[in-house]
């Protein structure tokens, strides 16, 4: 599986080397090289610095042959541009994408992008343990 | 019209004066609070601080009755993102969105913003127009059949001046609407219409063909 990541933060990064570990090839784009400290050492794919709302960068990714593209950045609204560019645009298969607002979230999820809010999510959990 | 404007920089703020004086119902949402202090010192408490991508926001002014939402915030996803939340969540009808990457115009039409605005891509044409050596300008997009409206400038150089509209091999897909010469008055150009040399051609065509017809004006 050809997978593209934009955001080499914590997740994106334990993204990576998971799927990495399991033998896909993957790519992650950030904006700074020295996000890319969270990358395993024996990481096998390519590490891109760029921005990932550019349509260039994203060509340069692969992201035309791409089968997945993961967005994690810290930006709500820069995770929603670039996963709409990559699926609406480039037709990547498979798109998901990292929503910390919740209204955002639901809002996106209803318009057919693939969406994640950790917030609600962690606060789900976090009742859970209360309860526990 | 009530217009709600997203942004309180130096565009919002002239934008939000220019639509205020003109009678308009406006609201600004700004994030910066001292931005937002002096919008509502100079222009009246029209500005609310906070984010224009928040549906609460957005409801709080009353999203649902606005006929037009403008994004003009400094970064270009921002501005996507206000006018769709707009759009797909308070029906907004019109929703324009500010772009800094020229790239991004076609994406954004794309993704379904109504209008956009590029100021690089303004400026871009504004020079161009100013430099008189620069053979063509854009004068108008017209968007839905991909047409443009150019400028062809004809130098005392070409070797098309003398010879007629006829002669030369214009692509298909082009018209010719208008040629000025200097300080006489604009003509219609037929087929004997004879090139001289400062002549300005005002055309519509095709933005792929845009190219061949400013060769074949100019003899290149």
């Known amino acids: 599986m050809k997978v593209v990541i934009m955001g080499c933060g914590r997740v994106g990064a334990q993204l990576t080397k998971i799927l990495d570990a399991e033998g896909n090839s993957v790519t992650i784009i950030d904006l700074d090289a020295y996000s890319f400290r969270w990358l395993p050492p024996n990481f096998q794919g390519t590490a891109l610095v760029g921005n990932g709302l550019d349509r260039e960068v994203l060509k340069k990714a692969g992201i035309e042959t791409a089968d997945v593209f993961v967005v994690v950045t810290q930006g709500d609204n820069r995770n929603l541009m670039a996963a709409q560019i990559a699926k609406h645009i480039f037709h990547v298969p498979k798109v998901v994408c990292r929503i910390y607002d919740p209204l955002r979230q639901e809002l996106y999820s209803s318009l057919g992008l693939e969406t994640i809010s950790p917030t609600t999510i962690f606060a789900q959990m976090l009742r859970e343990k209360i309860e526990s | ?220």
């Open chain 2, 1 to 220: 019209m009530y217009i709600i404007v997203i942004g309180g920089g130096r565009v919002g703020y002239y934008l939000t004066k220019a639509l205020l004086s003109e009678g308009h119902e406006v609201v600004i949402v700004e994030q910066n609070a001292s931005h937002c202090k002096v919008i509502n010192d100079e222009l009246g408490g029209v500005c609310i601080r906070g984010d224009g991508c928040e549906t609460a926001i957005l409801a709080e002014i009353g999203t649902g009755r606005a006929d037009m939402l403008i994004a003009v915030t400094g970064d270009d996803e921002d501005n996507l993102v206000s006018c769709q939340v707009a759009k797909h969540k308070f029906n907004v009808a019109r929703t324009v969105a500010g772009v800094r990457n020229p790239q991004n115009e076609a994406i954004f039409r794309q993704l379904g913003i109504d209008v956009t605005v590029s100021s690089t891509n303004v400026i871009l044409e504004r020079i161009k127009e100013e430099v008189p050596t620069h053979p063509l300008t854009h004068l108008l997009t017209i968007r839905d059949q991909g047409l443009e409206l150019v400028e062809i400038k004809i130098p005392a150089e070409s070797k098309t001046v003398g010879k007629q509209i006829k002669e030369l091999s214009l692509p298909e897909g082009a018209r010719l609407a208008l040629i000025i010469h200097q300080s006489q008055r604009p003509k219609m150009p037929s087929s004997e219409t004879t090139i001289r040399a400062e002549d300005r051609v005002i055309a519509i065509t095709s933005a792929d063909l845009e190219e061949e017809l400013r060769a074949a004006l100019r003899g290149e």
